[in-house]
């Protein structure tokens, strides 16, 4: 599900890598300290996403358009629906308590494999 987001009408700046991490209460040499860092390519974003109110972390948003480069916003509106899942609160939330991130493979942040048990694929990417 997309949510709606306006712009803020505020210049474009998005933050340090210092203040994400900040921002995040990260632990210094954790595992969601690396994927903050590997995770900054903001020209993925839409400009207005650098000041809009929404409370997933830049480098969330950018993680997951790598992972999800089929989800492309409508560029036509900047006030468009950009297409971010609701559930991506909840992951964020969990990464903060987590920030050793079981289960994440940074080699091959969104590789599947097949259930040992036969059912399905699982998601070793951590955040997908």
Same mark, same amino acid.
């Not at 203040?19 to 995770?39: C, F, M, T």
């Not at 987590?98 to 289960?103: I, K």
């Not at 942040?109 to 997908?128: I, K």
């Given at each position: 599900?997309?949510?709606?987001?306006?712009?803020?009408?505020?210049?474009?700046?998005?933050?340090?890598?210092?203040?994400?991490?900040?921002?995040?209460?990260?632990?210094?040499?954790?595992?969601?300290?690396?994927?903050? &860092?590997?995770? /900054? =390519?903001?020209?993925?974003? *839409? $400009?207005?996403?650098?000041?809009?109110?929404?409370?997933? @972390?830049?480098?969330?948003?950018?993680?997951?358009?790598?992972?999800?480069?089929?989800?492309?916003?409508?560029?036509?509106?900047?006030?468009?629906?950009?297409?971010?899942?609701?559930?991506?609160?909840?992951?964020?939330?969990?990464? &903060?308590?987590? /920030? =050793?991130?079981?289960?994440? *493979? $940074?080699?091959?942040?969104?590789?599947?494999?097949?259930? @040992?048990?036969?059912?399905?694929?699982?998601?070793?990417?951590?955040?997908?």
């Amino acid at each position: 599900m997309a949510r709606q987001r306006k712009p803020s009408g505020r210049s474009q700046k998005w933050p340090s890598v210092e203040e994400q991490l900040r921002e995040s209460k990260v632990v210094h040499g954790s595992a969601l300290e690396q994927l903050i &860092r590997d995770n /900054q =390519d903001f020209e993925l974003l *839409h $400009p207005d996403e650098a000041n809009d109110s929404l409370p997933i @972390p830049h480098w969330l948003r950018v993680h997951w358009r790598k992972q999800h480069p089929e989800e492309v916003p409508d560029d036509s509106s900047p006030a468009a629906s950009y297409p971010y899942p609701d559930v991506l609160d909840s992951i964020y939330e969990w990464m &903060r308590i987590h /920030q =050793d991130l079981p289960g994440w *493979h $940074p080699e091959k942040p969104s590789s599947r494999r097949r259930s @040992p048990r036969g059912g399905g694929s699982q998601a070793s990417g951590g955040a997908e």
